[in-house]
Nanobody, 116 residues
Framework: QVQLVESGGGLVQPGGSLRLSCAAT????????MAWYRQAPGNQRELVAH???????NYADSVKGRFTVSRDSAKNAVYLQMNRLKPEDTAVYYC??????????WGQGTQVTVSS
């Protein structure tokens, strides 16, 4: 059973930075897309950033210019560098991987809290 393990969440002051990491416990063949989602209390889960197999990226408007998604295909890993964090970025962040069979893999979530 493949699992995605996330790390890097925590408490940070507004304007600070965090780097989230997500790696698969076993090799996932034919990865198509890797992405980060987040869910704040009372809100639906939303897409934060997405990176395709060719390296193309897509970001939610609310994080453009502040967040950067990257991947290491050899390690089956995806990262999210978050800069200039705002209180409204507070949420549980989930990584997601989709393979060539359209199978969705999800991490367990990591809490990010932005507060002074």
């Amino acid at each position: 059973q493949v699992q995605l393990v996330e790390s890097g969440g925590g408490l940070v002051q507004p304007g600070g930075s965090l780097r989230l990491s997500c790696a698969a416990t076993k090799t996932i063949l034919g990865i198509r897309t890797m992405a980060w989602y987040r869910q704040a209390p009372g809100n639906q889960r939303e897409l934060v950033a997405h990176i395709g197999s060719g390296g193309s990226t897509n970001y939610a408007d609310s994080v453009k210019g502040r967040f950067t998604v990257s991947r290491d295909s050899a390690k089956n890993a995806v990262y999210l560098q978050m800069n200039r964090l705002k209180p409204e970025d507070t949420a549980v962040y989930y990584c997601n991987v989709v393979d060539f069979l359209q199978t969705n893999y999800w991490g367990q979530g990591t809490q990010v809290t932005v507060s002074s």
